[in-house]
Every structure is written in C-alpha cells, then in structure tokens.
C-alpha cells in the first residue's frame, strides 16, 4: 500500500519568509495529492491539492509541485503570515485501496 | 450549510465504559470517513463508507471499535469496552465521492479522554 513521509515535523520562519514543506510517497500509481492546514485546535482543512497530469498548482501564496519520476511533491508558501501557522499535512490517494494516506505533518510557525 | 456535525465534541470515560461517537455528513454527500488523529500516529482513517456501504475497515484497531452507517445522514462509531489508549480526537469528514475523486469535509472532532 502507500506511504507518505512528510518533512521536517517542524518549521520556523521568519515572517514575510518562505516557507517550503516536502513529501515523498510510494505507489507510482497514486494520482491525487492534496494537502490539509489544521489550526490549533481546529479540524483539518483542504487548502491546496494536485493531480498526477499537472506538475504545479497555484493559489494566491501558495503553490504545490509534484515531481512523479522522483514521487515527491512540495507545498510552498510565499510571503508567510502569522495566519499561516498551523499543522500541514500532505497526502496520497493509494490507488489500490481508494483511500487517501496523510503525511505525518509539519508544524509551521511564523516568526513576528 | 451546517457542515458535518458531530457529537459530542467532548466526552471522558472510564476505561471499560462503552463509547458512542456520531456523525452526521453534509446532506448529499455519499461518502463518509471516520479518523483518528494522535499525537503519536498522527492521522490516521478507520473506516469509510460509500452510499451507506462500508468499503474499508482495515484501519480499525481491533474487535473493540464498530462503525455503523444505518442512513445517508447518520453515523456511529463506538468502542466496547474503551481503553485508555484509545484517547485522541476522532474526525469524521464526507465528501460528494470516493477519495481523491472530490474534498473531504472534516467535522469540528470529538476529543475523547479515557481514564
């Protein structure tokens, strides 16, 4: 089945920064990868996702980039606000079972 | 919209006390997930359910845990008898279709503490 590694578990930028988030995953026939914000306290939320027939996506700061040869896929994060701090988390769809595999998550947190 | 509800959003227990969590998706929405989010194994899916059907179970712990889905707007989740491991936070989320077909809405969690 899938595997998603998430790195690093924790981040700290500086305010107006960039902030970069890696993910690796396993199963080369994954094809859906989205990634969740969840503030403290908070229920996850999609803030971005990806197909495997495009290699970059964005919205507004924020951009996803999926590299398939290498199975890696990064969230970026330009100009980072104080809102921006929260757990992201990426994830996978696994093909085989239908079913989306979460990242362990990054903790980002936004230096005034 | 309400969203998905769920309740109750806190419940404390003693271990070997039955719990019942319940979900009510987004109206329309035919799939149905159930999580479980820890610090230790952070996110991780339970079960899910495609138009009242349970597709994948493989993510339930053990023979304690059942989920129940007995009509589009309702759902159950319960642990018989609890333990005090099974302390996290468990989201339910819906969406229009399977995963990665369409964005899974996640409910506000119930935080449940078992002593």
């Known amino acids: 089945g899938e595997n998603v590694e998430q790195h690093p578990s924790t981040l700290s930028v500086q305010e107006g920064d960039s902030a970069v988030i890696k993910c690796t995953y396993s199963d080369s026939a994954s094809n859906y990868f989205p990634w969740y914000k969840q503030e403290l306290g908070k229920r996850p939320q999609l803030i971005i996702d990806?197909?495997?027939?495009?290699g970059e996506k964005k919205d507004q700061r924020i951009a996803v980039t999926l590299n398939k040869t290498a199975k890696h896929f990064s969230l970026h994060i330009t100009e980072t606000q104080p809102e921006d701090s929260a757990v992201y988390f990426c994830?996978?769809?696994?093909?085989?079972?239908?079913?989306?595999?979460f990242g362990s998550g990054t903790r980002l947190s936004i230096r005034p | 919209d309400a969203g998905v509800i769920q309740s109750p959003r806190h419940e404390v227990t003693e271990m070997g006390q039955e719990v019942t969590l319940r979900c009510k998706p987004i109206?329309?929405?035919?799939?149905l997930f159930w999580y479980r989010q820890t610090m230790m194994r952070g996110l991780e899916l339970l079960i899910y359910f495609n138009n009242n059907v349970p597709i994948d179970d493989s993510g339930m712990p053990e023979d304690r845990f059942s989920a129940k889905m007995p009509n589009a707007s309702f759902s159950t989740l319960k642990i018989q008898p609890s333990e005090p491991r099974d302390s996290a936070v468990y989201f339910c989320?819906?969406?229009?279709?399977?995963?990665?077909?369409?964005?899974?809405?996640f409910g506000p969690g119930t935080r449940l503490t078992v002593t």
């Open positions: 990806i197909r495997s027939n495009v």
């Open positions: 994830a996978a769809r696994d093909s085989s079972a239908s079913k989306i595999i």
């Open positions: 989320a819906s969406s229009l279709g399977p995963q990665g077909i369409s964005e899974q809405y």
């Open positions: 109206s329309g929405h035919n799939s």
